[in-house]
């Protein structure tokens, strides 16, 4: 008996290739008794007469698949977000950080999924709440990173730091990230942050092309409350973004607030990798 009966599936639908696969996996599905759980677009791509809405996936899924790279799975991830859903990510080009499985792997891994023994990495997420003249504006989880910027042609934003009501500094930069230990192999990588393993509980502020340079990077515990408030009048435009996929203007005085959420993320993980390959192989390390 199948440990899973609802499997959802999504898809980069820019990609040719996962509407092929999704085809497959879906007939794969069936054949099996299960019930293939697809949304509007891929059944439409596909040609498939019925789909699922938003809502009857995320109620009705038990496991979930994700073809395509790290940025469609955050999205997905987002969507599960407080479910204690399994998401079994498959990349169709090079590794991925968080969809580390490839797709000559699919259907190994999702056979051991439907027999109840899938390999799952609990990853913490974050709480944003934006906060407005005393009002609750926005509220997100992210898997990755909440990220403050600057337009283009904007000045350094002043960006005052707490951290559990403690001051921490004023950042004058570009910017500010504050990520989880998942995240921290992305925006937070490329601005010099730390790389922090996964399975740890901390936070992760790190500011964009800082004005005073020994600003650096700092890691805090996960019981922080991290509270950023933009003091600094600017020109252009500047945005809260969450997960570098959904995103805000923001207004002098606006503050956000950041602090771990109650909600995890759970990845289907590699049985024949582990995160230090994974490590070395994404970011080439011993290559010359």
């Known amino acids: 008996m199948q440990e899973f009966q609802n499997v959802a599936i999504f898809a980069k639908i820019r990609d040719p290739r996962c509407l092929g696969i999704a085809a497959d996996l879906i007939t794969w599905l069936e054949e099996r008794g299960c019930t293939p759980l697809t949304e509007e677009q ?12 938003m809502e009857e996936i ?25 479910k204690d859903v399994p998401i079994l990510g498959i990349n169709l080009g090079s590794l991925g950080f968080l ?53 283009a042609l904007a000045r350094i934003v002043d960006l005052e730091t707490r951290v559990n009501r403690h001051f921490l500094t004023t950042y004058k930069a570009d ?16 601005a010099g942050g730390p790389i922090i393993h996964p399975q740890m509980s901390c936070i992760v502020i790190t500011p964009i092309c800082p004005h005073t340079l020994t600003n650096r990077p700092i ?14 009048s600017f020109d252009e435009k500047v945005y809260l973004t969450l997960d570098g996929q959904v995103g805000f203007e923001l207004q002098e005085g606006d503050s956000i607030e950041v602090r771990k959420a109650l909600k995890t993320t759970s990845l289907v993980m590699s049985r024949s990798r582990d995160y230090f390959e994974i490590l070395r192989t994404k970011l080439k390390w011993g290559e010359r």
């Open 99 to 151: 969809t580390e499985i490839t797709i000559e792997e699919l259907y190994t891994r999702l056979e051991k999924c439907l027999e109840g023994n899938p390999r799952v990495s609990e990853r913490m997420m974050l709480e944003v709440t934006l906060h407005r003249e005393g009002q609750d504006i926005e509220k997100g989880s992210v898997l990755n990173d909440m990220v403050i910027n600057k337009g």
């Open 219 to 232: 890691v805090v515990t996960d019981e922080s409350v991290i509270s950023i408030t933009v003091t600094s």
């Open 42 to 53: 891929i059944t439409r791509e596909l040609g498939y007469p019925a789909f699922f809405t």
């Open 58 to 82: 995320r109620e009705q899924a038990e496991l979930v698949v994700v073809l395509g790279g790290d940025g469609t799975l955050i999205s997905v991830a987002r969507l599960f977000s407080g």
């Open 175 to 190: 910017g500010l990230i504050v990520s989880t230990p998942t995240g921290s192999t992305g925006y937070s990588l490329s």
